[in-house]
């Protein structure tokens, strides 16, 4: 039974930084990328970052560039979403998922605000 446990959602004003974590079980965490999405009542759920199994390769949605950074500790079978100077339109839930196969995180809040 694949499992994917996420922590780290929470409150933030404009300019500060947050880390996501999602922890995953019952699969061969080294062997697959991983993919952060966020979805908000307003917009489609979007691919914001990937990273492929072997933890090198990463892809980012233009509007986080410079900004997030995700990256995988394959020990603790964890993918990580570091989140910088985060804006209020940064604003959403936050899903993890494996990549290419249609396994999610339960989702965690993240809200930008003064």
């Known amino acids: 039974q694949v499992q994917l446990v996420e922590s780290g959602g929470g409150l933030v004003q404009p300019g500060g930084s947050l880390t996501l974590s999602c922890t995953v079980s019952g699969i061969n965490f080294r062997q697959v990328g991983m993919d952060w999405y966020r979805q908000t009542p307003e917009k489609q759920r979007e691919l914001v970052a990937h990273?492929?199994?072997?933890?090198?390769?990463?892809n980012y949605e233009d509007s986080v560039k410079g900004r997030f950074a995700v990256s995988k500790d394959n020990a603790k079978s964890t993918v990580y979403l570091q989140m910088n100077s985060l804006k209020p339109e940064d604003t959403a839930v936050y899903y993890c998922?494996?990549?290419?196969?249609?396994?999610w995180g339960q989702g965690t809040q993240v809200t930008v605000s003064s």
């Open positions: 998922k494996v990549s290419n196969l249609n396994y």
């Open positions: 990273i492929a199994s072997g933890g090198t390769i990463t």
